[in-house]
């Protein structure tokens, strides 16, 4: 080989793990800021954030009331733009987009799920699933119909197909919700505190549903404040002042059916306890009514 031939053998090389990596990466921040203005003031709520997310990751977002994650989630969901700085979703420059494009982004990559459900209070569940597909021109009703079948299947209630929210539990609107961010088969999900308003066992349910849609190479990114939650996720992303002071794997990360496995021992031990404390508090009474039945005794002589 010439040498010629060789050295651009090396550019092509590196040109394509440029794009191998590319290929990889699926949203691509650098040095976003967002500054909002409050009379006089300048508010600057986002401080020069770079981040790369690759297809199939879980990340979890955290961070303090006022930290920034709020506005970093609304600015990757196309619900705002950033004052400065590059994000790139899909290989699209999510900033060079007008009001209705972002619309269309946001209706075909993106997959919202939020902490309040979001489903109409009068609509069945399988029409909440097929809302999103109502603004595709390119799905008919009967394609609409079995798409959202098919996700509320893949989260288990297709036998709940018909019920009201007001007949759903908390964690079965949170499904429904789930599966509506689903039926576009859209390139992210992101979440929004999705276990926020649940308990813990329904909330370690959710993330069993978040961890078999991630096993199938979804790319997840949610907003928790929990930090026992965020051991469910592949990435943890920590807030502080607007930037991002940590960004690590997640060790012994937590298996939602192992830890659903805990919870009767936990409340076994719960319950053993409340019936101790209950014990030494029926021995107190008895007790106090031994002696004040021997202060009589002694009275009365």
């Known amino acids: ?38 009379g006089d003031v ?20 955290m961070g303090a ?28 420059n999510v900033n060079t987009y007008n009001r209705n494009q ?57 036998e709940r197909i018909n019920s009201l929210p007001n ?3 908390g964690g079965q609107q949170q499904r429904v919700a789930i599966a509506r961010a689903l039926v576009n088969e859209p390139v992210v999900i992101m979440a929004d505190e999705p276990t ?15 961890q078999a849609l991630n096993d199938k190479g979804a790319t997840i990114v949610m907003v928790t404040h929990e930090p026992d939650i965020a051991q469910f996720a592949l990435t943890n992303v920590i807030f502080r002042d607007g930037r991002i002071i940590e960004n690590f794997a997640v060790k012994d990360r937590k298996k939602s059916d192992e830890e659903i496995k805990k919870l009767p021992q936990i409340e076994n031990v719960m319950e053993k306890n409340e019936s101790e404390n209950k014990d030494k508090a029926n021995d107190k009474i008895q007790d ?11 009275s009365i002589k």
Do not use: W
């Open 1 to 38: 080989m010439l040498p010629e031939q060789r050295i651009h053998s090396l550019q092509v090389s590196h040109q394509e793990k440029d794009n191998l990596i590319m290929a990889e990466t699926l949203i691509s921040v650098k040095d976003l800021t967002r500054t909002y203005r409050m």
């Open 42 to 61: 300048e508010v600057q709520a986002l401080r020069g954030v770079s981040l790369d997310i690759k297809k199939g990751d879980f990340v979890t977002i």
């Open 65 to 92: 009331s006022g930290s920034g994650k709020s506005t970093f989630m609304n600015i990757l969901g196309c619900l705002d733009l950033a004052t400065k700085g590059e994000y790139f979703l899909d290989g699209v």
């Open 102 to 158: 972002l619309a269309e982004l946001r209706n075909k990559k993106i997959g919202f799920i939020f902490q309040s459900f979001n489903i109409l209070s009068r609509t069945s569940a399988i029409e909440n699933v097929e809302l999103p597909l109502l603004y595709n021109a390119l799905v008919g009703s009967k394609e609409r119909r079995e798409k959202a079948m098919n996700a509320l299947k893949s989260v288990g209630l297709g």
């Open 167 to 169: 007949q759903l539990s």
């Open 196 to 210: 926020g308003n649940l308990d813990s066992r329904t909330s370690y349910e959710i993330m069993g549903i978040f």
């Open 288 to 298: 106090s009514e031994s002696l004040a039945t021997n202060k009589e005794s002694t």
